[in-house]
């Protein structure tokens, strides 16, 4: 057994918080049942509002035609799904619409076409050039999703923002500084000032945990003597890819050839093992202030 499957394996010994944050499907329930999507067309009882499923009251809002709603489902495809999911519960960089306050006060498309024609620059979000009816879909299909988020039943889908701030940022600081050895690597003042700017929420405690960005290094000698350096693009037990430098792609059996990683993140590797459920709450509370 190689000495990095090792340290993977060793890793697995993680807090339930980070267990959870690695696993996100145990965060989020499955996509809501066929013909959920056509919901925002159903006739509301009498005063508009009907409390369903665990989720509380359905917000107020013109009603739609399953055409209109089917319509708006490719736009949004087309539009929005790389940044906030196909099915509007957010995506790698977009929010989920499904639980958002713009969506919910919205009642005949002012709001989210609002949004939708100015943009929002500031948060990365570009203006869009669609006609009325197209908007008017898009609304339609918007609102369907959060109808049929909201007649759910069961517990909620995920975490909110307000369910991570239980730390005690003064601990999660002195950790930070002395005992989790964070500024080996990191600074408040450089690499991670704003950060709680940027970042918000569980996608903030993801990070903080693990972040994505890190490439390992590697340097493979392969059985004729090569000597090949690169990325690592896919490791296994068995197998073995990188990418050298001029982008291309090399892959081999593991043990026919022999390597060297380094690995950027190692140090997040290791804490993951070490970390108690008060320290990664107290310090994600402590990067919660670095805005």
């Not at 949004?76 to 906030?84: D, E, I, K, V």
């Amino acid at each position: 057994m190689s000495s990095q499957f090792k340290k993977t394996v060793a890793a697995v010994s993680v807090p339930v918080s980070a267990l959870l944050l690695l696993l996100p499907g145990l965060l989020a329930q499955g996509p809501p049942p066929a013909g959920a999507a056509g919901a925002a067309g159903r006739a509301r009882p009498a005063g508009g509002r009907s409390t369903v499923g665990s989720q509380g009251p359905l917000p107020e809002h013109a009603k739609f035609s399953a055409e209109q709603v089917d319509a708006g489902s490719t736009l949004f495809l087309q539009n929005c799904a790389f940044c906030h999911g196909k099915e509007a519960e957010g995506g790698e960089s977009g929010p989920d619409l499904t639980r958002s306050k713009v969506v919910s006060s919205d009642k005949n498309g002012e709001a989210i076409g609002s949004v939708i024609r100015s943009g929002r620059p500031e948060k990365g979000m570009p203006p869009f050039s669609l006609g009325d009816q197209q908007i008017t879909n898009l609304v339609a299909f918007i609102h369907s999703r959060q109808d049929a988020f909201l007649s759910q039943s069961g517990n909620r889908r995920g975490v909110e923002e307000s369910d991570l701030h239980t730390g005690d940022a003064a601990a999660g600081k002195r950790y930070f500084e002395g005992e989790g050895g964070c500024t080996k690597c990191h600074s408040a003042t450089g690499d991670l000032a704003g950060v709680a700017s940027r970042l918000n929420g569980l996608r903030l405690e993801m990070q903080m945990l693990y972040p994505r960005e890190g490439k390992q290094k590697i340097v493979v000698k392969t059985p004729n003597g090569q000597s090949l350096s690169g990325t690592v693009e896919y490791q296994d037990e068995f197998s073995l890819a990188i990418r050298d430098a001029a982008g291309n792609y090399h892959s081999w059996p593991t043990n026919e050839v022999s390597f060297k990683i380094d690995n950027p993140l190692q140090a997040h590797v290791d804490a993951l093992s070490k970390y108690t459920d008060d320290d990664i709450h107290n310090v994600l509370a402590y990067v919660q202030t670095l805005k």
